[in-house]
């Protein structure tokens, strides 16, 4: 008991930012959530928050511990809820948001059969790139692709994310096949608006951003993929997005030995101590179908 303790009052001060503000929600002493996280570093063996008069940071450990204590916390809610709930049905009303494109491909469909499966469930899904406030808007989860800065929220890993550099056989045939990342530069890019670059890992395994030009821009990823398969140019995309003309032979990968490590999928919603039967059903829903090894390939 003192060590599930000792893990809570770890993630609830993370989340919260203050040992007050995790004291107040759990109704101690700000005293006693510091004795807490001293015995469980002192457990450990490592230090997990940096703590001063002011301000509470994570260290590296404890960032890397606190996705894996939200995790299982989460799954812990899960079974008492199958338990404990018995026969009793998700009902009430989700708000979803995700990016545009992957929305529309892999969450929408999904939500659909959700609500088949939930008839006393309704929903509003938010589609758009842009980064919503879960807490101001009033969402219950976002579906995120990509590194997670905001530790205030609590993140579920859903499915990796892994990007290629795509283009159609004709590109190819006319201009050439790029052999390292380099060579780029003297290639047509279809370029996202707002993307600092393209990812890399180079001979020594190291992670390199290469700047790209070409004369197509669009902030909207699902015009570049219609431009790569015109035969415009290379694009980067996502694997999720492309991975069905790779198959096909409308696109062919380059470049695949150069590929940066994959980034994660989450779903994301704000600390609270009772997530909704509704959303948490959800969030499994989406976890369940993603971790199929078929699911890809019939999406």
């Not at 993370?14 to 002493?29: D, I, K, M």
């Not at 049905?89 to 999904?110: E, N, T």
């Not at 290639?187 to 180079?202: A, E, I, P, V, Y």
Request: glycine fraction near 8%; include cysteine.
């Amino acid at each position: 008991m003192d060590t599930f303790k000792q893990v809570e009052s770890f993630v609830s001060v993370a989340s919260r930012g203050s040992l007050s503000a995790a004291a107040r929600a759990e109704g101690v002493t700000p005293a006693i959530i510091g004795r807490r996280l001293d015995a469980l570093e002192q457990r450990l063996g490592v230090k997990l928050l940096t703590r001063t008069t002011r301000s509470i940071a994570l260290t590296f450990e404890g960032a890397a511990f606190l996705e894996d204590c939200q995790r299982i916390l989460h799954d812990l809610a899960n079974a008492e809820a199958s338990v404990s709930l018995g026969g009793v049905k998700a009902s009430g009303h989700i708000r979803v948001s995700a990016p545009a494109g992957f929305g529309r491909i892999h969450v929408a469909p999904l939500m659909q059969d959700f609500l088949e499966m939930n008839p006393e469930v309704s929903c509003m899904m938010d589609l758009s790139d842009r980064v919503v406030d879960l807490v101001n808007e009033g969402i219950d989860c976002a579906i995120r692709i990509g590194e997670l800065p905001d530790s205030s929220l609590v993140s579920i890993r859903l499915a990796e994310n892994r990007r290629v550099v795509v283009a159609s056989p004709a590109y190819l045939a006319r201009f050439g096949t790029p052999v390292v990342p380099q060579d780029l530069s003297g290639h047509k890019c279809l370029s996202l608006g707002q993307q600092r670059g393209w990812l890399f890992r180079d001979e020594d395994g190291e992670t390199i951003t290469l700047k790209v030009g070409g004369r197509f821009e669009c902030n909207d990823g699902a015009v570049l993929h219609e431009w790569a398969l015109a035969g415009h140019g290379l694009a980067w995309r996502s694997l999720w997005e492309v991975d069905a003309d790779l198959r096909a032979g409308r696109l062919v990968s380059v470049l695949d030995t150069f590929a940066a490590p994959t980034t994660g999928i989450y779903a994301v919603f704000p600390q609270r101590k009772h997530l909704a039967l509704r959303v948490r059903l959800f969030i499994d829903h989406l976890k369940n179908h993603y971790g199929r090894p078929d699911y890809w390939q019939q999406a």
